[in-house]
């Protein structure tokens, strides 16, 4: 079994940063890709930034300049860095796995930017 535990969403300002964390566990024995995904009210779940198992980077357009993906590998643990965060950025942040055939979802972390 594998489990996706994500942490570090919260409230936060317009213009402030967050720093979200993916850890995997379980048996998993190659990961291709890990992943951020949203999903606000009302919203189809849509991808925020991707990064491959050779360290390409892949963003959204809303967030590219702002939000920094990064991994290590020793660990199984996907980061992201939002920056300059939006109110337009609120919605809840899900960890997404691809380790070939399977694919693996965290549980999601609310991410709020308002004043």
């Known amino acids: 079994q594998v489990q996706l535990v994500e942490s570090g969403g919260g409230l936060v300002q317009p213009g402030g940063s967050l720093r979200l964390s993916c850890a995997a566990s379980?048996?998993?024995?190659?990961?291709?890709?890990m992943a951020w995904y949203r999903q606000a009210p009302g919203n189809q779940r849509d991808m925020v930034a991707v990064?491959?198992?050779?360290?390409?980077?892949n963003y959204a357009g809303s967030v590219k300049g702002r939000f920094t993906i990064s991994r290590d590998n020793a660990k199984n643990t996907v980061y992201l860095q939002m920056n300059s965060l939006k109110p337009e950025d609120t919605a809840v942040y899900y960890c997404?796995?691809?380790?070939?055939?399977?694919?693996?979802w965290g549980q999601g972390t609310q991410v709020t930017v308002s004043s």
């Open positions: 990064i491959t198992h050779d360290g390409s980077t």
């Open positions: 379980g048996s998993i024995f190659s990961i291709y890709s």
């Open positions: 997404n796995v691809q380790s070939p055939p399977s694919a693996y």
